[in-house]
């Protein structure tokens, strides 16, 4: 099925540092959504962008909304052990018929203390 | 708890044989959606209820899954004849009317067929 292009696949990094990882289509989307998934549970929203160009943050994080309505990035700042999880894009086309979201294959994050 | 719930947690099963999994979604939420996350991949959408009318089945794999919601609130996802690539994690999500309004996940049902 479809899916997002999304990157890096996997991140290992040290407790403090900075992170930073993007998420591509080749086809617009009207709002674009960041989740964090533990094991064993379901994807949980971070942060929602619903305007192009939108630059919101959530606490240590950060997301943009491209320009293009083809692109969002998240940035992460100052991360910490609790970090640790994938992280997922996903859009949504905005149709009223449908909430149906498309989700990119996600990003492993690994934070040493 | 207040969120979704879904039953059972993990499912072993044979080739060919038929499952049920149980999604209750969070009270009052009109829309309900299935998805399937096999491993190291995003989550893939199913199914799209609005109240007990399946709005967007486009997901779904083939007529060997099909899905209910016949109250307008728990739903049951059914796959027949099952399959070893049916083998994954099955998410259900819900949220207050559709549309862009935020979707809150259940913990899934991880399904294994032998």
Known sequence: GQQLNQSPQSMFIQEGEDVSMNCTSSSIFNTWLWYKQEPGEGPVLLIALYKAGELTSNGRLTAQFGITRKDSFLNISASIPSDVGIYFCAGHRGSSNTGKLIFGQGTTLQVKP | ?114
Do not use: M
């Open chain 2, 1 to 114: 708890g207040a969120g979704v719930s879904q039953t059972p947690s993990n499912k072993v099963t044979e080739k060919g044989k038929y499952v049920e999994l149980r999604c209750d979604p969070i009270s009052g939420h009109t829309a309900l959606y299935w998805y399937r996350q096999s491993l190291g991949q995003g989550p893939e959408f199913l199914i799209y209820f609005q109240g007990t009318g399946a709005a967007d089945d486009s997901g779904l794999p083939n007529d060997r899954f099909f899905a209910v919601r016949p109250e307008g609130s728990v739903s049951t996802l059914k796959i027949q004849r099952t399959e070893r690539g049916d083998s994954a994690v099955y998410l259900c999500a819900s949220n207050l009317r559709g549309g862009t309004d935020t979707q809150y996940f259940g913990p899934g049902t991880r399904l294994t067929v032998l």
